[in-house]
């Protein structure tokens, strides 16, 4: 396998992942290696990232695997943005193909992330079947190139011995976990660990190798405890939880953030007055469905189709947040609709509108 090189970016990440699925994806943008992509994550704000990128030459890292990448986001399949690893192939043919020399390094960093987490074969998906068959990612022509791919895999499972012995320093992420084992927070900082931890009276262990790194728990905490309230950023990301509504206000206050219920209901924000800014549709995008507000937001209840490539692409203010990649909108054509806009290429959301 080719040396994996790295470029951790500072944006775009989860704080938490853990990874039982493997997606692959393309980049769709001609000849852009993959050090072209690590650099372009970690230069800003993309509204999106990978854990890798693979081309015919390299192979580079730009989320740490126990960080959650902004891949897929999606509400379709059990597959997201914080159970997942996400390679990125680049399109270094002609037409923006895939060719076979990028898909045999993807094979093989594939096979050693999946010997590395004991992700099954079963396990592996395409960012197409992630979408529910919306978005054509890997823009294989046909099935029988994507099944190919995934018998290429196996075998290189089956044949290769991979040492999963490859943590580093930066790798670590510190887990706290109830004395039921419930995981309530994950942070690189062991003193953000800590502080939660006390809070819950939990454990702290060390991702590297699952070893107790301190423990809280006292003899009154280890009967279940019930999580009555979590605190998640505005894009989504989980800060803490807690069976005490004041705990996680304190939280929640200190970060500008907002605390939902155990039903995913908000109970306060504290989102400042800018509100959930824009969403960005792209205007390379041809087609963009939009649902009714409070769902199914699956094909067949679309209520129509937003043309971001008509007109240069389209920005619209996010009234609601209605569950993880789905918001509130208000259009000249279908009035306050619904639409899934994961964190991906093709959207963005930023504080001012962009189109």
């Given at each position: 396998?080719?040396t ?40 800003g ?30 509400t ?11 390679i ?24 050693y ?18 979408t ?16 190919t ?16 012995n ?22 690189r ?6 502080n ?17 790194v301190?423990?809280?728990v006292?003899?009154?905490a ?8 979590r ?6 990301e ?7 509504l ?10 500008q ?13 504290y989102?400042p007055?800018?509100?959930l ?6 205007p390379?995008?041809?087609?963009w ?9 699956t094909i ?7 043309a971001?490539?008509?007109y ?11 569950s993880?990649?789905?918001y ?7 009035g306050?609709v ?18």
């Amino acid at each position: 396998m080719k040396t994996i090189q790295r470029k951790i970016s500072p944006y775009n990440h989860y704080d938490y992942n853990n990874p039982k699925f493997l997606v692959f994806h393309y980049v769709g943008a001609q000849s852009s290696t993959a050090a072209n992509n690590a650099t372009y994550f970690f230069n800003g704000d993309r509204q999106a990232s990978a854990h890798y990128f693979v081309d015919d030459n390299e192979i580079w890292q730009s989320v740490e695997d126990l960080c959650g990448a902004w891949s897929v986001g999606n509400t379709k399949t059990e597959v997201n943005n914080q159970n997942s690893i996400n390679i990125e192939m680049c399109c270094m043919g002609t037409n923006l193909l895939v060719t076979e020399t990028t898909e045999n390094n993807a094979i093989e960093l594939g096979a050693y992330l999946m010997k590395k987490y004991n992700i099954s074969m079963a396990n592996v998906r395409s960012h197409y079947d992630v979408t529910d068959k919306c978005k054509l990612c890997p823009n294989f022509a046909n099935t029988e190139r994507w099944n190919t791919f995934k018998n290429k895999l196996q075998a290189k499972l089956n044949n290769t011995n991979i040492s999963t012995n490859n943590s580093t320093s930066s790798d670590v992420i510190y887990r706290v976990k109830l004395a039921n084992g419930e995981q309530i927070g994950a942070f690189r900082n062991l003193d953000s660990a800590k502080n939660l931890a006390k809070i819950n009276k939990c454990n702290v262990y060390s991702s590297v190798d699952n070893g107790l790194v301190v423990s809280y728990v006292t003899n009154s905490a280890v009967a279940i405890k019930t999580i009555n309230y979590r605190v998640k950023r505005k894009n989504g990301e989980q800060l803490g939880a807690f069976n005490s509504l004041d705990n996680a206000d304190t939280l929640a206050k200190a970060n500008q953030a907002i605390i939902y219920d155990s039903n995913g209901n908000v109970v306060k924000s504290y989102v400042p007055d800018t509100g959930l800014g824009y969403l960005n549709l792209k205007p390379h995008m041809s087609s963009w469905r939009v649902y009714p507000v409070d769902g199914p937001y699956t094909i067949n209840y679309a209520v129509g189709a937003l043309a971001p490539a008509q007109y240069g692409g389209l920005s619209y203010k996010i009234l609601e947040k209605k569950s993880a990649d789905v918001y509130k909108i208000k259009t000249e054509r279908f009035g306050v609709v619904a639409i899934y806009a994961p964190r991906d290429n093709d959207s963005s959301i930023t504080e001012n509108p962009i189109y």
